[in-house]
Every structure is written in structure tokens, then in C-alpha cells.
DNA sequence: GACCGGATTATG
DNA sequence: ATAATCCGGTCA
């Protein structure tokens, strides 16, 4: 298969639904310093809707932390949760809108060890850390370019938010119906 | 400066 | 069911 084309900038300057709907079947990939590529299948996301969000760390406004949910689309967020995970974020919508769509699940198509259904365990098997913070998701080792489209997308609420009031009832977690690398719970 | 709790995972 | 483990947010 010929190597596609990154996606482009503007498809990341979407909502954070349009986005999080749109990366199911996306391919996620990453390059290696040795020069090894690994890639997966987006098969599980969520979208977090900005400060008005009380599921999203920007619930509390502009920090230090959330600085780069604030900046132009198309940017890596990640942060690190229980002391010992990183969960890999996209970008989305325009500057000075702090929408995000967490990576929940992959499926490994190639050059992965290790388990990836999970936030925290595909970080782990791709290797991002704090460094990936603020990384354009267009460069040399971490993009992604179109997929294979799911056959059919399931909407269910988000996972691990129930301290969110009525932000965790709201429907805004994608899975592609049926995949086994969809994480539990 | 201290305390609290979490967008998780592995293990029992 | 619970431990592992650390940082940002919050309040003093």
C-alpha cells in the first residue's frame, strides 16, 4: 500500500464530535527514533467540548497544563493520569477553543508490541510520554492519514467521568461496533 | 506549602 | 477490590 497523505490541518479545525467521529478507522502512526514504524487502526475515541465541559481538563479555564487544548488544531495533548499512564490527545477546532478527542483504542496493523486497547496502554506501546505534548500531529513521528472506514460506529457515554453531572450522561464516545480492541468497561 | 483526587491498569 | 504513583488544582 502507497503511503497516504497526513491529514490535512482543516480536519482538525472541526468540532471535537465531528473529529472524534471522523478518527474511527483512522490510521494512527508512529515513527521510531531507530527508524520503525508502528501503526494502528483508531477504533475507540471521545470528544471533550472545552471549559463549558466539566469531563475536560479544561473545565478550569487556560493553565499551564491545557495551554496547548487553547492553541491551533492539530496538536498532540497529553498528560499523564494516576501517576503512571499517558493518554495520548488530538487537538481540534480553532484557535482559542480547547475541544480535544481523547485516543482511546487502536488496532495494531503493524510494528506493535504489547496490547493498545486502552488510553494508557497505547501510549505505552507507541512510546508517548510528556515529549508528544504540544507535537504536531503532522510531523515526522507522529501522524495520521485516512483508513479503512468502520462498518458501523457505536455512540455510548464517556468513560471514567462520572464526576461530570450531566457532561456524563452526554453520548460523546465513539467505538467502531464489534472491534476486539475496543477497551472494556 | 499542604492536601486531594483522577480521561488507568495490573493483580488478587 | 485495591495498589501503584505523580501532578495540577485548590485553598491557606
Redesign the pocket.
Known amino acids: 500500500m502507497k503511503g497516504a497523505a497526513r491529514l490535512p490541518r482543516n480536519f482538525y479545525a472541526q468540532d471535537a464530535r465531528v473529529v472524534a467521529r471522523g478518527l474511527i478507522g483512522a490510521r494512527l502512526h508512529r515513527v521510531f527514533p531507530d527508524g520503525r514504524e508502528a501503526v494502528g487502526r483508531i477504533v475507540e475515541t ?1 470528544a ?1 467540548l472545552g471549559p463549558r ?1 466539566l ?7 487556560r ?4 495551554e496547548v ?1 487553547f492553541g491551533p488544531p492539530g496538536y498532540a ?1 497529553l ?7 499517558w ?1 495520548l ?1 488530538v487537538v481540534t477546532e480553532r484557535k482559542g477553543v480547547a475541544h ?3 485516543i ?2 487502536i488496532e495494531p496493523l503493524s510494528g506493535i508490541e ?2 493498545t ?8 506501546a507507541l512510546s508517548l510520554d ?1 515529549a508528544f505534548n504540544g507535537a504536531d500531529l503532522r510531523g515526522p513521528t507522529l501522524f495520521l492519514t485516512k483508513g479503512k472506514p468502520p462498518a458501523r460506529v457505536a455512540v455510548s457515554r ?7 453531572r450531566h457532561w456524563a450522561r452526554r453520548l460523546l464516545r465513539f467505538t467502531e461496533a464489534g472491534n476486539p480492541h475496543v ?1 472494556r ?1
Open positions: 471521545e471533550y465541559d469531563a475536560s481538563h479544561a473545565r478550569h479555564g493553565t499551564a497544563r491545557t487544548m495533548y498528560f499523564l493520569i494516576y501517576g503512571m499512564y493518554c490527545n480535544a478527542v481523547l482511546r483504542a504489547g496490547r486497547d486502552g488510553p494508557g496502554k497505547l501510549c505505552r510528556r464517556r468513560i471514567g467521568v462520572d464526576y461530570a477497551s468497561s
